[in-house]
């Protein structure tokens, strides 16, 4: 699931409506969550969908400027998935602060379902742009993504799943972020790894 804009389905399709109604139900019946620290965050709209859940723009609802992408896995996805990922963002949100490199700041559950309280990033569709991408634009954003995957690489993570709509790119200020660590796996020397795979449970890099 990424924090993209936009739909990824048709619109003028009858499974795109349906797409859009289900998004849109989703919102009604939970428009603001409360996490168990007792932060409050209004929902503002949908801006991705995977198979498994949606992503939300949220804010804090006592500083409605402050924003967040809330990621919502539904109640039937196998929790293991969900546990690598998260797993795997704590335990880079310990090793590093880059501004580049999607941070996860809070997780629980409610009815059932995961809500994963993340970073967001304001950008633009790289549809919208990348035509028409000026060459020092260009280098800007080649050396944006080649930081944040030397900065996770250097700490024992492959993401797996390098695409545009996975790296979000302002290409008014240059600010720039790796998202979505659903695929990503851990190294074989890392300690992370040995604790994934031996089933750890190690608080380090647990947050639920």
């Excluded at 709209?45 to 949220?58: C, D, H, K, Q």
């Excluded at 804090?60 to 990922?85: D, G, S, T, V």
């Excluded at 700041?105 to 991408?133: A, R, T, V």
Aim: glycine content about 6%; hydrophobic content about 35%.
């Amino acid at each position: 699931m990424q924090q993209n804009e936009t739909s990824t389905t048709n619109p003028a399709s009858s499974e795109g409506n349906k797409g859009e109604q289900k998004d849109s139900d989703n919102i009604e019946e939970c428009n603001e969550i409360t996490s168990e620290s007792g932060m409050e965050y209004k929902l503002e709209s949908v801006i991705g969908r995977g198979t498994f859940g949606l992503v939300y723009l949220a804010c804090n609802k006592k500083n409605p400027k402050e924003k967040f992408a809330i990621k919502r896995y539904f109640k039937n996805l196998h929790p293991n998935l969900c546990q690598l990922e998260i797993s795997i963002l704590s335990y880079l949100n310990q090793k590093t602060n880059a501004d580049n490199i999607l941070k996860l700041y809070d997780g629980f559950i409610k009815n059932q379902d995961l809500f994963l309280i993340m970073s967001y990033q304001p950008h633009q569709k790289f549809s919208e742009y990348y035509g028409d991408l000026a060459l020092n634009k260009l280098k800007l954003y080649m050396k944006a993504l080649l930081s944040a995957l030397n900065t996770i690489h250097k700490l024992g993570i492959v993401h797996r799943d390098i695409k545009p709509d996975n790296f979000l790119f302002d290409i008014q200020t240059g600010k720039s972020m790796l998202i979505d660590f659903g695929l990503a796996e851990a190294d074989l020397d890392t300690r992370l790894w040995t604790q994934i795979n031996q089933g750890s449970t190690n608080e380090d890099y647990i947050i639920i």
